[in-house]
């Protein structure tokens, strides 16, 4: 019988982060085990093939065969899938990850991944509003502050907010809010526990603000070479439970985190993580119709493709289609 | 003509590189006085940021792929004027005319690597042309921006090739003079040998080898050309581009050499090194290095080494509010380096005193590699923060201590000792005053929050410029000095950045820490004895990985692994640290070596900085042992914390 295809899966993150973990490292010895021995495929954490920003680019010039990439850092080709960018998109990774991934299937942001052959997507938790000595729980709140943001919908959202963008590297945030360079960020919880912003943070106002997203990928040209047996075992293990699987894994880290601060808070070292009132949630979602506009307005299609997410994401969390 | 025996070809050869410098000094000053707008820019955005609330939107990003322009337009005066790293241990013995001639092979293998990444740097912007790449605020088209990397790299290779065109006259013209052809032949021929074998075996049967073996083949392929004088980022990227090819093929490798370096040449911590260079330029143009200097020696120009202390002790105060070696390296060593060898420090000394005080940066709290530890642990960044103040202080005291013992036994190496009249004291700290305005204004801006550590690279290249234009120390050559210098300095890192990026993707590729790691968990050994083993394999690794990578590949294995045996995490972080700090000074590839090496110029040899820091390497045995010896170093301090 033939030897296997050896085939390198890419990620950049640390090498143990919990959705590598729980979904992709499983994924790969699924795929491994179904293919029968027409494919193996090896685990390259560390950002050794490729980092954040280039991994597209690494998976396309066969740096790594299988990357894990971010369709945000190549904002030229993902036009359509920035969509998961808005503020207000959807309530839960799960929700979201999996809305997109019907939207993908069924062709509506298809052309963005005309050069790869997707397996997964993710999307992040929205981001919430971590912030040092203010709290912000009305819309004028947050008038003044400098806010870390990050990509063009964040840094947009931020400002149709009345805040003030900043943009601070990542390993800066920590530093940088101590110092009072930014008064908070606009960020996940999952980004909260991963650069401690817990530990300078007062407050914690959770809100599904600006998501993004993550895919697995493989140039298609290369898996169109592949055996049939590893195409098979591949496709079984893809798709929307995939992405449904890493969706959830980002709720269950948020979980995590919302039961750090929980404890945090019951020692009196932050304030309790906090929610909108129904009335200010409506008026933040006036205030966020702008950047729906600009983006609806920049993208081939995009009232249409919003509305599909929408009605995607209120499927989802209805239960259809399970 | 008659008597210099010149035939006419090197003659245009002469005119050739004449004008070849005389392109890339025009290139230089471009990309200088484009850093020094972008610079000012920057504090402009910082005031209006913090005063008016309405900062420049999207000029980070901006700033990144500007600079990437800027950095390859400093590469072609780098490339003209011949300014590699090379190991010079053997100059001698070489003698002249194999030296002309390995002058000459390291100038093809330069050659070829520029014309490659041009090459593939061209495909690169290509592909960003045909996807219509934009950056992610301003929406920025990047394509021209990688065009015109392409187009400077291809400037770089054509420079070389007048480069090695004149090598190779050379190496035909050059005399037999002297008797040392037998004794550098010894040398020569079995070094070539070697080399040439190492890499016929990587390529021919390096698949079969299993990854330890290839990469210490590779190892060696990287080495023994370092002993015949090649340039060692020449050396390095070979040798990782061969032990590649061999795991993923050519295409690929060369492919996420260019991927890499092109996040080298925009990544935001890389840039802000350029700036800090120019920051010492310019604060040594308008005089505040001398005057600082006149004001140490004032207060400990009585003792013997006292200069070299205060150099401890001022990279010290830099790395209080920086959180990276480099930084500190490049600023204090542009305005220290001059102001020792002029009060009679040997180049030796001063040399090894400001690399190694350099790493305080990383080391004293704040610290980028302290947060990437605490990121890939998931431990406490404010607790490692704390626990590293005691060994950042053992780090300072055992560097002065070093000193101390140094210039007891080569008391030649410090300037003579004077005791300095109170008038003068008194002098010096008034003429210090804009000394203390420029690094006042850094670390005081950083500390009240009015800027981050990255921008503080921007505000200082600024203030020092106008200080220096308000002085009126820019007049006449000044001004191009100091920019030919930072373009210089630049190209040095960055050329030696290529090779590293080659060299770290090949051990990434290995899996080469992750196999090591696995055999000592094998062997079942003391606690104590897997943690010396490891500090071993890290010390290795520094041999050719910048800090960042090391950590990035070795730590989330390696960590669970010493938790496992009982010791705490956060001592461990101290430890890690500690250990992949003394990388980035220890030879061949010692980045903090190599920025002293820029600062310091042509004429002192990178093999004389390796001696000089010799001493300060033992300090940091000294330190790494009492940290292993006595955990209440690190871990008292945030004991004590609620
Ligand atoms: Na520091
Ligand atoms: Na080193």
């Known amino acids: ?322 | 003509m008659i008597g210099t025996g010149s035939p006419e070809a090197p003659l245009l050869l002469e005119d050739l590189e004449r004008a070849s410098i005389a392109l890339a000094r025009r290139v230089a000053v471009v990309a200088v006085v484009g850093m020094l707008a972008l610079s000012l820019l920057t504090m402009v955005d910082i005031g209006l940021r913090f005063f008016l609330n309405t900062p420049i939107t999207g000029l980070d990003e901006a700033t990144q792929i500007i600079m990437a322009v800027i950095i390859s337009a400093s590469l072609p005066i780098g490339i003209a004027t011949r300014n590699h790293v090379t190991i010079d241990f053997f100059r001698r013995p070489i003698g002249p005319r194999w030296g002309a001639w390995l002058e000459a092979i390291g100038g093809a293998l330069v050659l070829g690597m520029m014309t490659v990444l041009a090459l593939r740097f061209g495909a690169y912007a290509g592909r960003m042309m045909a996807r219509h790449d934009v950056s992610a605020i301003v929406q920025l088209p990047l394509a021209p921006f990688w065009w015109a990397v392409t187009a400077l790299v291809a400037v770089c290779a054509v420079l070389q090739g007048v480069v090695f065109l004149k090598q190779f006259a050379k190496a035909l013209g050059a005399g037999s003079g002297g008797a040392s052809i037998l004794t550098g032949a010894l040398i020569v021929v079995p070094a070539l040998a070697a080399t040439a074998t190492l890499y016929a075996v990587i390529l021919y049967a390096g698949d079969a080898l299993g990854p330890v073996v290839l990469a210490a083949l590779a190892f060696a392929a990287m080495w023994v050309p370092l002993v015949i004088m090649i340039p060692v980022g020449v050396a390095m990227t070979y040798a990782g581009m061969a032990g590649a090819s061999v795991l993923v093929g050519y295409d690929a490798t060369i492919n996420t050499v260019v991927l890499q370096s092109a996040g080298f040449l925009s990544s935001l911590n890389l840039v802000v090194l350029p700036l800090f260079l120019m920051k010492g330029g310019f604060a040594t143009a308008a005089g505040l290095s001398s005057d600082a200097y006149r004001l140490a020696h004032a207060l400990f120009g009585r003792r013997r080494g006292g200069l070299a202390m205060a150099t401890i002790g001022s990279c010290a105060a830099f790395g209080a509010v920086t959180g990276s070696s480099l930084a500190t390296a490049a600023t204090i060593g542009a305005i220290a380096l001059p102001e020792m060898r002029r009060r009679g420090y040997s180049v030796q000394l001063a040399t090894g005193c400001v690399a190694a005080g350099g790493t305080l940066g990383s080391l004293i709290p704040p610290s980028g590699i302290m947060v990437i530890y605490a990121v890939l642990t998931e431990t406490s960044i404010g607790k490692i923060f704390v626990a590293a103040v005691l060994p950042a202080v053992l780090a300072a005291v055992l560097y002065g201590a070093t000193i101390a013992l140094y210039v007891r036994f080569r008391p030649e190496a410090a300037g003579p000792v004077e005791r300095v009249p109170g008038r003068e004291i008194v002098a010096a700290v008034f003429n210090s005053w804009g000394v203390v305005v420029l690094f006042g204004s850094v670390i005081g801006g950083i500390y009240a929050g009015i800027f981050t550590a990255t921008e503080a690279g921007a505000v200082g290249a600024g203030f020092a410029f106008l200080f220096a234009l308000a002085r009126g120390r820019l007049k006449g050559d000044a001004f191009w000095r100091v920019i030919g210098d930072v373009a210089r300095n630049t190209a040095l890192i960055y050329l030696l950045l290529f090779g590293a990026v080659a060299f770290s993707f090949f051990i990434g590729l290995t899996q080469l820490p992750q196999v090591l790691v696995a055999f000592i968990e094998t062997l079942n050994l003391a606690p104590l004895v897997v943690v010396v083993l490891l500090l071993l394999i890290y010390l290795l690794l520094g041999f050719f990985m910048d800090p960042i990578t090391t950590l990035f590949i070795t730590v989330p294995f390696v960590g669970p692994l010493v938790t496992s045996l009982g010791y705490d995490p956060i001592w461990w972080g101290i430890v890690t640290i500690a250990a992949v700090e003394v990388g980035l000074i220890h030879p061949p590839f010692g980045l903090n070596a190599f920025i002293i090496k820029g600062v310091a110029g042509e004429e002192v040899a990178i093999g004389t900085i390796f001696r000089g820091i010799v001493p300060f390497l033992c300090a940091d045995f000294v330190k790494l042992a009492l940290l292993i010896g006595f955990p209440l170093i690190a871990l008292w301090l945030p004991g004590t914390m609620r």
Do not use: C
């Open chain 1, 1 to 322: 019988r033939a030897e296997p295809v050896q085939l390198k899966l890419a990620t950049f993150g640390p090498p143990n982060s919990y959705f590598y973990v729980e979904v992709l490292i499983p994924w790969l010895e699924a795929v491994n085990r179904d293919s029968n021995g027409a494919v193996n495929i090896k685990y390259y954490g560390g950002g050794v093939l490729g980092n954040a920003g280039n991994m597209y680019d690494a998976v396309l010039t066969g740096a790594a065969d299988i990357g894990w990439a971010l369709p945000g850092t190549v904002p030229g080709k993902f036009v359509k899938t920035s969509v998961a960018e808005l503020p207000f998109g959807y309530d839960s990774g799960e929700i979201g990850a999996t809305a997109l991934w019907r939207l993908f299937a069924k062709g509506v942001i298809a052309s963005d991944f005309s050069d790869v052959k997707l397996f997964g997507l993710t999307a992040w938790p929205g981001a919430d509003i971590q912030t040092k000595s203010k709290k912000v729980e009305r819309l004028e709140d947050l008038k003044g502050l400098k806010i870390r943001a990050q990509g063009r919908w964040q840094t947009a959202t931020v400002t149709a907010f009345g805040a003030t963008p900043v943009y601070v590297p990542i390993d800066e945030v920590y530093q940088g809010l101590d110092r009072g360079v930014i008064d908070g960020v606009w960020g996940s919880l999952v980004l909260t526990r991963e650069f401690r912003v817990d530990e300078i943070a007062h407050y914690f106002l959770e809100a599904p603000l600006n998501g993004g997203s993550g895919m697995l990928i493989m140039k298609r040209e290369s898996y169109d070479k592949l055996p049939a047996a590893a195409k098979a075992a591949m496709e079984k293990n893809s798709g929307e439970a995939m992405s449904r699987a890493l969706g959830k894994s980002n709720d269950g880290e948020v979980k995590r985190v919302e039961a750090l601060l929980a404890d945090l808070a019951k020692k009196g070292k932050i304030d309790a993580p906090y929610t909108l009132t129904p009335d200010e949630f409506a008026r933040w979602r006036k205030a966020a119709e702008p950047v729906e506009e600009a983006w609806t307005k920049g993208v081939p299609d995009g009232a249409a493709i919003l509305a599909a997410f929408r009605a995607e994401a209120a499927s989802v969390k209805s239960g259809a289609g399970q």
